[in-house]
């Protein structure tokens, strides 16, 4: 079955730090990728998805590219604030048939100092 | 505004008494879901909804229960809960579709002793 592998955290950088968290899955068949944050306290929010391969994401700085030949969607920002500081998760879509179902990793938390 | 609510937020309480988490949309989805967060496991699918009378096991459903009578709602039973369900618990939702984002409610942390 589909499955996710996260690189584990805890993650400390200082600000302004350049950020790569990396990201690796088993799928068959299409699946959409996606990352989401969660910040202390609240439930996860999207923060950017790719649909196909070679699509890459981007939101507030943040990016990924769906590799194929690599099964990769590492999450990269050029340079993080102490505000990104947060447990960031990656998923994939399930199969067809399920819908609206993600299988997600297993999270990387992210401390930024200042 | 456009949410997935979840109550309550907190919860203590004992091992076999009876309890309900509830769950609503606003947003006319026809995927509900439920998971469980629990330290170096991620996030993992107790029971998911893909429409009203239309519910299945996720990947832990057990010592679980859901009902999906309306489609704004889909409360999480726990019939005789134990402390191996302590655990943070989150509601989400989207369209029933493979490249649509999941919603997430801000999550319930049950305690049971």
């Known amino acids: 079955g589909n499955s996710v592998t996260q690189m584990e955290g805890p993650v400390t950088l200082s600000e302004e730090a350049f950020l790569t968290i990396n990201c690796t899955y088993t799928a068959t068949g299409y699946p959409s990728l996606f990352w989401y944050v969660q910040y202390p306290g609240e439930g996860l929010q999207l923060l950017l998805k790719?649909?196909?391969?070679?699509d890459k994401g981007s939101n507030k700085g943040f990016e990924a590219t769906y590799r194929k030949e690599t099964t990769s969607f590492h999450l990269e920002k050029g340079s993080v604030q102490v505000s990104d500081s947060a447990v960031y998760f990656c998923a994939l879509s399930g199969t067809y048939n399920q819908g609206g179902k993600l299988i997600f990793g297993q999270g990387t938390e992210l401390s930024v100092k200042p | 505004e456009a949410q997935v609510t979840q109550n309550p937020r907190y919860l203590i309480t004992v091992t076999g008494k009876k309890l309900t988490v509830t769950c609503s949309q606003n947003?006319?989805?026809?995927?509900m879901s439920w998971y469980r967060q629990d330290p170096g496991l991620g996030l993992r699918q107790i029971y998911y909804?893909?429409?009203?009378?239309?519910?299945d096991k996720g990947d832990v459903p057990e010592g679980y229960k859901v009902s999906r009578k309306e489609k704004r709602n889909f409360p999480l039973i726990l019939e005789s809960p134990s402390p191996n369900q302590t655990s943070l618990y989150f509601c989400?939702?989207?369209?029933?579709?493979?490249?649509?984002?999941?919603?997430f409610g801000n999550g319930t942390r049950l305690t049971v002793t």
């Open positions: 947003m006319n989805h026809e995927y």
């Open positions: 989400a939702s989207s369209l029933r579709q493979n490249n649509s984002p999941l919603h």
């Open positions: 790719a649909t196909k391969a070679d």
């Open positions: 909804s893909m429409n009203v009378e239309v519910t």
